[in-house]
């Protein structure tokens, strides 16, 4: 069953009986539950509940003229979004032979209840429910932030302009930001660790000679080493030449003892080494000029 209740909403419980007598003795019974009670005085009003709002349970009378109670939990459980909520059947004893009971267990009935009915097993029926389907929300909602704050996350290291990756205990890439696949393109899978190095590239900081596999900052992070500013060049996508500086850790769980992977942050300083570089190259030329104007 999906759901699209907000979140904070009160659980609700449809009360399914033709007769208004019986809907408001049920809520009577029902009331401090804490869920919402919504009356249906027809298998057809009940349908039409049911397409609209999600319910922790469903208490159906059996005997209903029109739709019985049977028929309508067939259509009610023909629906995704209704396939399976918990339908409590409730009629008289004496129209409850064993074929009733074998049909409403084959619909999916929870359970099938003989009136006169005793407040405090139905209550306590009932409060199992909500406090199930409570728990399922919460589950729901959890995993619902979780996807949120995982989108929210993955924006956020895409406007980082450092390239970021990062892999699981086992070696597996399970992070390539936006900068990180404008450099290597996208992640290779499955790639072990000691790939790493030659497939994307890396270079001592020559620009010409391979990176050795157990070099790679990653790996080196993944082994449990703090790497801190190691200056490495890479052949990027483009085929260009560019040097990072690369700052990397080891991941570990809340005990700080459990092995969750490896990040490594890379900071494109070609550019910058380009200036300085430049810089010094025109220090040394106005240095010679000065040199060349003495000697005349």
């Known amino acids: 069953m999906s759901s699209n209740v907000p979140a904070g909403s009160p659980a609700k419980v449809l009360l399914v009986d033709d007769n208004p007598a019986n809907l408001l003795a049920l809520e009577a019974v029902l009331q401090d539950l804490g869920a919402e009670l919504v009356r249906a005085e027809s298998g057809d009003q009940a349908l039409a509940r ?13 005997r209903m003229p029109g739709l019985d109670g049977f028929e309508t939990a067939r259509l009610i459980r023909s629906r995704p979004r209704s396939r399976t909520t918990p339908i409590l059947f409730i009629t008289a004893a004496s129209d409850s032979p064993d074929e009733d009971l074998e049909g409403a267990y084959a619909l999916g009935a929870v359970d099938f209840l003989t009136k006169p009915l005793h407040a405090p097993v139905l209550k306590g029926k009932v409060s199992f429910f909500i406090e199930l389907y409570r728990s399922r929300e919460e589950l729901r909602e959890a995993e619902r932030a979780a996807v949120n704050e995982r989108a929210f996350l993955a924006t956020v290291l895409d406007a980082v302009q450092d390239a970021i990756v990062a892999c699981d205990a086992q070696g597996r890439l399970t992070l390539f930001n936006r900068a990180t696949r404008e450099l290597h393109g996208l992640p290779a899978e499955p790639l072990p660790p000691e790939a790493w190095a030659a497939h994307y590239g890396l270079l001592r900081t020559d620009r010409q000679t391979p990176l050795p596999p157990d070099e790679a900052p990653l790996v ?20 260009s030449i560019r040097t990072l500086l690369a700052n990397g850790q080891p991941l570990h769980d809340g005990t700080g003892r459990g092995n969750l992977g490896a990040v490594v942050s890379m900071h494109d300083v070609t550019s910058e080494q380009g200036a300085v570089a430049a810089r010094v190259s025109l220090e040394q030329w106005v240095a010679d000029e000065v040199v060349a104007a003495q000697g005349e």
């Open 220 to 239: 080196r992070a993944l082994k449990g080493e703090l790497v801190h500013n190691i200056e490495i060049c890479v052949r990027a996508a483009d085929d």
């Open 50 to 62: 049911t397409l609209s709002d999600d319910f922790a349970a469903i208490l159906m009378d059996v």
